[in-house]
């Protein structure tokens, strides 16, 4: 079974606009961590925002904030004002308990329109 | 901080062959894993090591292999390479030494390796 789910291939956004990346996750563990990480077409994975099973408080950095429904297991990523250099491949990722790995989700391209 | 590096960037070689990738850290990181990613299987986790041990591996035939040098840094071999072989390979260094849930992973950007 897929451990993360990203469901949209793709989307479109509008400059300034705020967009919401679904992810979903699947894990028996009680202990576990929520990635976001942007690669552009260069392919550096940049990491965005962290979330842990354990946190009461969805977690915010600066635009990037991270919607965290533990009940629902989703962990979807909001991006306020969208900016043309948003453009790019988003992913969502787990760490379960104390595995090194990380799981990672097919993946959204987002593509911000002027 | 200098950020993780990776080398080659780009490469092509031909089935059969065999290739090294290298990769070093973020200085301080002495974790550092590999991930395998590819349009049809994604994002694969391939191997992890620290201080020089391979602590995880993913389920990748023994053809791929790695090992860690004292100074952090990592190498990946793949032999006998196969037309599937072709992908975009990420290496990551984290600065903890436990994969605290916590942990963030910081990537290179990857080294593209097309196989004909």
């Known amino acids: 079974a897929q451990k993360i789910t990203q469901t949209q291939p793709g989307m479109f956004v509008q400059e300034k606009e705020a967009v919401t990346l679904d992810c979903t996750y699947d894990?028996?563990?009680?202990?576990?961590?929520l990635f976001w990480y942007k690669q552009p077409s260069s392919g550096e994975m940049i990491f965005l925002i962290y979330?842990?099973?354990?946190?009461?408080q969805n977690a915010t950095e600066g635009r990037y904030s991270l919607n965290f429904q533990k009940a629902r297991k989703s962990a979807n990523l909001v991006i306020s004002a969208s900016q043309l250099g948003d453009s790019a491949m988003y992913f969502c990722a787990m760490r379960e308990g104390y595995d090194y790995k990380l799981s990672f989700g097919a993946g959204t391209t987002v593509t911000v329109r002027a | 901080k200098a950020g993780v590096t990776q080398t080659p960037r780009y490469l092509i070689k031909t089935r059969g062959q065999q290739v090294t990738l290298s990769c070093s850290p973020i200085s301080g990181h002495r974790s550092v894993s590999w991930y395998q990613q590819t349009p049809g299987q994604g994002l694969q986790f391939l191997f992890e090591?620290?201080?020089?041990?391979?602590?995880n591996k993913g389920n990748f035939p023994g053809r791929f292999s790695g090992r860690q040098f004292s100074n952090s840094r990592s190498e990946m071999n793949v032999s006998t390479l196969e037309l599937g072989d072709s992908a975009l390979y990420l290496c990551a260094s984290m600065g903890r030494m436990l994969a605290e849930v916590g942990g963030e992973l910081f990537f290179g950007e990857g080294s593209r390796l097309t196989v004909l």
């Open positions: 090591y620290f201080s020089e041990t391979q602590r």
């Open positions: 894990t028996s563990d009680q202990s576990y961590g």
């Open positions: 979330q842990g099973s354990y946190d009461e």
